[in-house]
């Protein structure tokens, strides 16, 4: 999925609901975080971590893929 502009709603949730161990503030954060210009690398080290939802790294590069740039 790719998204121009900010993501509604609807297109979070359906990312909060294949990656339930993440929680939403988390996912808000990420997104925020990739419209301030954080590096991939920098979300997928965020992602891995127990706190952040605790991926591996397969999944939280997914993840960060999906994300609204």
């Known amino acids: 999925m790719v998204y121009m502009g900010f993501p509604s709603r ?3 949730d359906a ?3 294949r990656y339930r161990s993440v929680s939403s503030r ?6 925020a975080r990739r419209r ?3 590096a991939d690398a ?3 080290s965020l992602l ?3 706190d952040w939802g ?3 790294d397969e999944q ?3 993840l960060v893929t999906e994300l609204p740039r």
């Open 26 to 31: 988390a996912i808000d954060d990420l997104v």
């Open 10 to 12: 609807q297109d979070l």
């Open 42 to 44: 920098e979300l997928v």
């Open 54 to 56: 605790g991926l591996s």
């Open 60 to 62: 939280a590069e997914q």
């Open 15 to 17: 990312i909060r609901d």
């Open 48 to 50: 891995r971590q127990p």
């Open 36 to 38: 301030a210009g954080a």
